[in-house]
């Protein structure tokens, strides 16, 4: 089993910062995996999810170009937290965000495992 923990979500006001942070746990780290692949996504009411940011193993990262110049993904040495740092939030930045690891095996089907989801609002 693999559990991802998030947290930093909440309410700011337009051209405010939040940071996400996601905890991997688990199984995970007893697979023998080529990559992880670590993202956030998001969803706003009425509308299609989809990816914001992702960062591989390698640390090379994936933005939506709505993100660009203003989110930063990371992830820690032990490979096992991903962080979305939001600068310059805006109003059509609401959505409720969620961490997906993806991991790229050797053989046989990737695996994806997502979050609970974390809220975050912008005010304008």
């Known amino acids: 089993q693999v559990q991802l923990v998030e947290s930093g979500g909440g309410l700011v006001q337009a051209g405010g910062s939040l940071r996400l942070s996601c905890a991997a746990s688990?199984?995970?780290?007893?697979?023998?995996?080529?990559?992880?692949?670590m993202g956030w996504y998001r969803q706003a009411p009425g509308n299609q999810g989809y990816l914001v940011a992702d960062?591989?193993?390698?640390?090379?990262?994936n933005y939506a170009d709505s993100v660009k110049g203003r989110f930063t993904i990371s992830r820690d040495g032990a490979r096992n937290t991903v962080y979305l740092q939001m600068n310059g939030l805006r109003p059509e930045d609401t959505a409720v965000y969620y961490c997906?690891?993806?991991?790229?095996?050797?053989?046989?089907?990737?695996?994806?495992?997502w979050g609970q989801g974390t809220q975050v609002t912008v005010s304008s």
């Open positions: 960062i591989t193993s390698e640390g090379t990262t």
């Open positions: 997906k690891v993806e991991v790229v095996t050797w053989v046989g089907p990737n695996q994806h495992y």
């Open positions: 688990g199984d995970i780290f007893k697979m023998d995996f080529r990559n992880l692949i």
